[in-house]
C-alpha cells in the first residue's frame, strides 16, 4: 500500500492593486517591506469567510484597515496560486493562493497623509515596469539592455521541448516588444514581464532561484510574485479603457481636457496628439461641459467638464479607444 504524503494546509488571500492617477502620473499603491525583504508589496489581507461573506468585501476592510483608505471601482482579476511564490525552504508552511483585484481610486491631501502613516505610499507604477511608458517615445533601456539580453538568452539550446502550439522565444520577443513587423501592443504588459522573468532578466527570478542572468532589466523588484500581479493589472486597465468609461473613476468630478488626456496618456503609455484626442473624446460623447472654467494652469482658463453618465444608458461600450490598431 502506498504512502500517503500529507498535503500541505492552502490558505485564500487578497492582493490588491491600487491605481490613482496622481499629478498627471499613474500611481500604485505600495505598502513597505520590513526586515531582510525590504521590497514593496501590493496591499494584502487573508480571507476569513467567518468574517465576510464575499472577496471583495474582505479585500476592501483589509485595505482600508492597512491604509485607511476606501476603495472605488474594483474587479477580480486572476488568482495566484503557483509553488514557490512565498520562497519558504521546502515549500513549508500553509500554501498561499492570492487572488488579485485591480481597484482604483482619487487622491487627496489628507488621505496620503493617512497612508503614510499606515506606512504606505503612492508609487509611480513605472518605476516597476519603466519600458512600458511611452509617452516620451520608445524607451532606451529596451534597446540598449533588455534586446540585446533576451536575444542572448533566445540563442541558447532549449532546455526543454516546446509543447503544442508554443511559439519560439524569438517570436515571443516580437510580439511582446513589437519587433520586425509587429506593432507595439500596450496590452502584452504581462507577456513581457514573463517573457523578462522566463529570461532570468527580472530581479524576482534571480530571487526565486530560478535565473542566473548577470543583467537584470531596469526597474523596482517587488516582494513574491507582486509584480506580476501588478503586471496583470496594467494590461487590463490598459484594456478597459477602450471600451468602459474607468477612466472617469480615477478623474475628479470636473477637470480640463488638458487633464484627461494627461490621465489617459498616464494609463496608456503612450503619447496622444492634442487634436485627435479631442475629436475621439467629442466622438465617444463621454463627457459634457459644465459650464465653468479654471486658471489654475495659469495661462488661458480652460473650460470645465464633467462624465456624461447617460452614454451608460446610451451605448453598450462606451470607452475611449486610444492606440487601436
Not at 23 to 45: M, Q, T, V, Y
Not at 68 to 82: C, H, M, P, R
Amino acid at each position: 500500500m502506498s504512502e500517503t504524503r500529507a498535503r500541505p494546509p492552502v490558505e485564500i488571500g487578497l492582493n490588491a492593486a491600487v491605481v490613482a492617477i496622481s499629478g498627471g502620473r499613474p500611481s500604485i499603491l505600495a505598502i513597505g517591506g520590513e526586515g531582510p525583504d525590504s521590497r514593496d508589496a501590493l496591499p494584502f489581507g487573508p480571507f476569513d469567510p467567518r468574517q465576510h461573506r464575499t472577496f471583495e468585501t474582505s479585500l476592501r476592510a483589509s485595505v482600508e484597515a492597512q491604509t485607511a483608505l476606501k476603495l472605488g471601482y474594483i474587479e477580480q482579476l486572476y488568482t495566484f496560486g503557483d509553488r514557490g511564490r512565498q520562497k519558504l525552504p521546502d515549500e513549508a508552511g500553509t500554501h498561499m493562493v492570492s487572488v488579485g483585484y485591480l481597484a482604483l481610486t482619487r487622491t487627496d491631501a489628507e488621505a496620503t497623509e493617512q497612508l503614510a502613516e499606515a506606512g504606505a505610499a503612492w508609487r509611480d507604477w513605472y518605476s516597476y515596469l519603466p519600458w512600458e511608458d511611452w509617452r516620451q517615445g520608445r524607451p532606451a533601456v529596451i534597446d540598449q539592455i533588455i534586446l540585446p539580453a533576451l536575444k542572448s538568452w533566445a540563442a541558447e539550446p532549449p532546455l526543454e521541448e516546446r509543447i503544442g502550439t508554443m511559439p519560439s522565444p524569438r517570436t515571443r520577443m516580437r510580439l511582446a516588444f513589437g519587433l520586425d513587423d509587429f506593432p507595439w501592443d500596450e496590452e502584452r504588459v504581462l507577456e513581457r514581464y514573463e517573457l523578462l522573468y522566463e529570461a532570468g532578466l527580472a530581479e524576482e527570478a534571480v530571487t526565486d532561484g530560478r535565473g542566473t542572468s548577470c543583467v537584470s532589466a531596469p526597474g523596482v523588484a517587488m516582494r513574491h510574485d507582486h509584480r506580476r500581479i501588478l503586471a496583470t493589472a496594467m494590461a487590463r486597465l490598459r484594456g478597459k479603457i477602450k471600451y468602459r468609461p474607468v477612466i472617469f473613476e480615477l478623474m475628479a468630478p470636473e477637470f480640463t481636457l488638458t487633464e484627461l488626456q494627461a490621465s489617459v496618456e498616464a494609463i496608456s503609455g503612450r503619447h496622444l496628439h492634442k487634436q485627435n484626442f479631442r475629436r475621439l473624446v467629442e466622438g465617444a460623447e463621454l463627457v459634457e461641459a459644465t459650464g465653468g472654467s479654471t486658471s489654475a494652469t495659469g495661462g488661458r482658463p480652460a473650460a470645465l467638464f464633467r462624465f456624461r453618465r447617460r452614454i451608460l444608458e446610451e451605448r453598450p461600450a462606451p470607452g475611449l479607444k486610444v492606440g487601436m490598431r
